[in-house]
């Protein structure tokens, strides 16, 4: 009788308390996050069976709020889908849009770093202090590089009111200096709102070999020849979906997914190539006009509507020779199939929520790019993107000889220039160019049955990246906090399209629009567009100085292309939208205009941090691995000296890495191959030097050495390497040449181990290549250049990260 009683009093308490922990989410005050627990009084009850307990506080999301998805993918124009009469299959979005609604006036930031802090905060991107890509953050307020803690991302303010919160794919908001080991971890994923990563920090990343954190330990990749980033990271995604569904089936979840793709490289399985074979022989010009041909038709574009001029730097596609037509063919067919594969990879995650059974009230933003389609391939594309960054022209002739292991492993590609201005049709420009909508606006799908009625229908409204977290809000039920994290919060830039959803006539509500990067800079107000060309992507220089650019002017409403100036017609107009430039451009920190090219790349000259700085040696050990360039020693261009202290263990064959950094691509190791150790140097996978020695390592510790003496007289020179074991000379040989600039974006340095690709093949990468023995501590030192040698690598490594920031 008693126990039963107690039951029964457990279970009416336990009831209250549910009800009254339901009743009190209704009152929950969400302007402040974390929303602060109720305070109870101290109880003066002896007896605990007497006593009633509080309600349990216990955050949880609006009722009916939906689980959100965001797709963003990487580097496609708005001509990149089918549904916006591209050539290539995207049937996962082409159903989202026939579901639901799609845009044609949606904005992105025209580069990468600066779209996804916009898109994740609501911000626009000076705000998020991402005026450029991390790589070029300077200590100008607006381009440092690190978001500040007034402007807290979505994902924060969803996980705080009681959402799951997954990230998948790149980041690219992590400053080079912070994404190391030794942190500091503010501004990655797991500290910025995501309760999961699963990704990789940087700019792009080998799909056949990625360099990849879940949270913040680095990944090993598994012993699959098969295996593809793309694939995995899809993985990774639908099993976490269903796994916060099997165990909080109520618990909205927040998914950003965003591939690498279709980001160089361009790598993609045979199966998915082949399918493409011989549909872009007709070239990039017949392209453009097909293209045109059916946004016209399909009402993506108005009737009348004309191809804006090529840029003049892209050649006619007749005017080629047979050669370069069946090698850029090669390129686009491969770009096309790593798109094909993105798009089916989305559809598996898509499948995966509604295999819930929430898929109804799941709102999916599906954004087909986070700038135009990249013309950084230049003029012919590229087999291996780092020669391009060292100086090393390609020639078409050379990359014909492997046209067939295009997009493969052994390829680290890009596609020649002329296709990206195909895709961003019917514009002039590409990515990186934001005063121009090549470079800016995108296709973008929304799917929302249960918050959309229309299927299938266009919405002509302008919008901007920044307007999806205020939609999200405003779809979950959830107002705009006022405090995150005990810091006040600066308001969003963006408006909520949620307005528009079930009106197609709805007025405009984002009606002035800043845009800049790189000194190319434009202003939307109400229809009218100004802008000026400040420099082309391939340029690297400005064409002018910022107080002379010729600025140009548009009525978007009757002249979609931006194909008739009116600056000459209408001064006045002109000059009111650059006073509103420059008005929005002081309000959301865009001021002082930075288009300095070789001092902002460089760390020293713009304030940037960088943990090397100064440092002439570092000392390792074995399980220090994953150190990318930004915050490994550099010893390019210059004399240096690898110092190992290595112990084999009885009867066993020393056989490993002892130290390497790049990869396949490019970079150099210090190695133990059965017993013997050496030394090899790849130079971008064109040419391999080995010093080795002749005898068998002996059991117990050994100290081995290299010395390269560096030849001097500019960058990218060879030397003499010597390779002593015990301070006994074991060999000697040539390196006649070296990388003056870059081995990777995404290769470390390594030691015991090479991760992702291999710099010795026959060592091989990952588990293969760990070393048998220990290795208790490595120092690498480098020798200080000379004068003229210096001022030359500190110009070319301008250039040369120029270069590779822009692609970013």
Known sequence: MRRNAINTMIGVALSAACAASAAAQTGLDRTQLPIPEPKYPNSNILDVSKATPPPRFDVKAPAKAPNVIIVLIDDLGFAGTGTYGGPISTPTFDRLASQGLIYNNFHTTAVSSPTRAAIKSGRNHHVNNMGAIIEMGTTFPGNTGQIPGNVAPLAEMLRLNGYSTGAFGKWHETAAWEASASGPFDRWPTRQGFDKFYGFLGGETNQWAPFIYDGTHQVELPEDPNYHFMSDMTDQAVAWVKYQKALKPDKPVFVYFAPGAVHAPHHVPKEWIARHKGKFDQGWDKLREQILARQIERGIVPRGTKLALKPEAIPDWDTLSADQKRLFARQFEVFAAFLEMTDHEVGRLLQAVKDTGQGDNTLV??????????????????????????????????????????????????????????LDTPYQWTKQVASDPGGTKVGMAIYWPKGIKGKGELRTQFHHVIDVAPTILEAAGLPFPKVVNGVKQRPMDGVSMVYSFNDARAKDRHTTQYFEMFGNR???????????IHRAPWEPEPRRGLADDIWELYDTRTDFSLVNDLAMKYPKKLAELKALFLKEAEKNKALPIDDRVFERVNAELVGRPDLMAGRTSITLAEG?????????????????????????????????????????????????????????????????????????????????RFDFAYDGGGLGKGGVGTLFVNDRKVGEGRIERTQPMLFSADETADVGIDLATPVVESIGSEAKSKFTGRIPRVTVEVKEMKKADKADEDKARAVAAHKKALSN
């Open 365 to 422: 933003f599906y954004v087909a790019g986070d700038n135009g389609t990249s013309a950084e391939g230049g003029a012919n594309g590229m087999f291996n993107e780092m020669t391009y960054f060292n100086g090393v022209t390609e020639k078409v002739e050379d990359m014909l000889q492997s046209v067939d292991k295009w997009g493969g492993p052994e390829t680290y590609p890009h596609m020649a220039a002329g296709w990206a201005v195909a």
């Open 624 to 704: 220090m691995t994953g150190m990318t360039e930004n915050v490994f020693l550099n010893i390019k261009n210059k004399s240096k000296t690898i110092t190992a202290e290595i112990e084999v263990p009885e009867g066993k064959t020393a056989n490993g890495i002892i130290i390497a950094q790049g990869g396949r691509f490019g970079g150099w190791a210090l190695y133990v191959k059965d017993g013997t150790p050496a030394y090899d140097y790849n130079f971008l996978g064109l040419q391999r030097f080995t010093v080795a020695g002749k005898e068998k390592l002996k059991p117990g510790k050994s100290t081995i």
């Open 522 to 532: 434009a202003i939307y107000h109400d229809g009218w567009f100004a802008r000026t």
